[in-house]
């Protein structure tokens, strides 16, 4: 995707200077490879068409390092991801490169540069020299002077929690690929933080019902609006629906009558994480990430079927207690939540416990 940008709308940025690297590509050390023999060809038989042959060579290595470096000089780069993505699982984002000089640059690579991720004992955590992330890439084949293109790429987060990308890579190969000229992008501008949810399993379909009708009240509301129970008769309202008009009611009086319903007050969930290991070992690592796992799909699905949701967990050496609520912003803050559990010592189950009050499982 390809638009235009005016010269003309006020004065131009000038591109941050970032160095530029190179490196021979295959072709480019086989083509080295050549141009030697060529010229030692050229001194053994004094052939004045080797020495021109020999110096066109070097001349046409030269010459695609400095169209190279001159593709990525005058270029500007802007990310656009999600700020939440949930672990393990292919997420969608854009690279916006905007072309400042007067001519074209072709066949440009877009990579992102992945963080290190933490250092963890559990066994598919890994170790600190793994990535947080696998690198997205976007191609552009050409970007014509003073124009932005779109490049579609996608990268998963193999590790929950807090993931910063500030670090984006532009590489060519033009135009004769043998050398690979790259440069990094590490303004503030492209910095970034995504939060990574943990990873989501799937429930068994009787797991919730049974938990919702011990741990919380089945007496309806009288809030009214709701299509689940019936609450009685009123007047016809300019907004209602026409499918609850109770016509045999209607037909004695001058004016509709409709049924009104009730819904039932929403079903409350506790959710609480005992991240508490009495041994640092990896697999007591491992079955802390899979509690973690299971309480963010036991709060999505949840959430899902109408429930308020609280959660009780540790949070940096503390005990966390989030109240019950439903809607989007529960969501996002119980997640955000369970994706920034720590690694470090966790208060014991008793303690985590005390902070649940009676009266809450009552509500």
């Known amino acids: ?9 006020g004065k131009k940025r000038k591109p941050h200077p970032m160095p530029t690297k190179f490196r021979l590509t295959r072709s480019g050390w086989l083509f080295l490879l050549v141009t030697m023999l060529v010229g030692l ?52 984002m854009a690279y916006y490169v905007r072309n400042l000089k007067g001519r ?20 598919t955590a890994g170790n600190a020299d793994m990535q947080a992330i696998h690198a997205a890439s976007g191609y552009c084949a050409s970007l014509p002077a003073h124009t932005v293109f779109r490049a579609g ?21 033009f135009p004769f690929g043998l050398v690979h000229a790259t440069r990094r992008f590490a303004d503030a501008e492209n910095f970034q933080d995504i939060i990574v949810w943990p ?13 919702a009708v011990e741990l919380s009240s089945s007496a309806p509301s009288r809030a009214t609006g709701g299509q689940d129970e019936f609450a009685g008769l009123r007047e016809y309202r300019q907004d209602d629906n026409p499918r609850w008009i109770h016509w045999r009611r209607s037909a004695g009086r ?46 999505e699905d949840a959430l ?8 009780v967990l540790a ?20 997640l955000d939540a369970l994706a920034e559990v720590e690694d470090g010592p966790a208060p014991a189950l008793a303690a985590t416990l005390a902070h649940l009050r009676p009266g809450w499982l009552r509500q």
């Open 1 to 9: 995707m390809m638009t235009k940008t005016s010269d003309n709308s």
């Open 199 to 211: 990873a989501m399993g799937r429930l068994k379909h009787q797991l919730l019902p049974h938990g």
């Open 153 to 173: 790429a996608r990268f998963v987060a193999t590790q929950r929690g807090r993931v910063s990308l500030d670090n984006v890579q532009v590489a060519t190969d």
């Open 41 to 92: 060809a050229a001194l053994k038989n004094q052939s004045a068409l080797l020495y021109v042959l020999f110096g066109a060579m070097l001349a046409a290595a030269q010459l695609s390092a400095v169209i190279a470096s001159n593709s990525l000089r005058y270029l500007e780069l802007r990310r656009q991801a999600p700020s939440r993505v949930w672990q393990n699982q292919a997420v969608p």
């Open 304 to 311: 899902a079927q109408g429930y308020r949701v609280g959660a």
């Open 254 to 299: 001058s004016e509709l009558v409709v049924r009104e319903m009730a819904r039932p007050r929403p079903r409350t969930l506790w959710v609480v994480l005992d991240t508490h290991l009495p041994d640092r070992t990896a697999e007591a690592d491992e079955r802390r990430e899979r509690a973690i796992r299971l309480a963010a799909t036991i709060v």
């Open 315 to 334: 949070h940096r050496g503390q005990v966390r207690v989030i109240p019950p609520a439903e809607r989007r912003a529960q969501r996002v803050r119980l």
């Open 104 to 123: 074209w640059c072709l066949g440009l690579t877009i990579e992102e540069v992945p963080p290190p991720r933490r250092n963890r004992r559990s066994k």
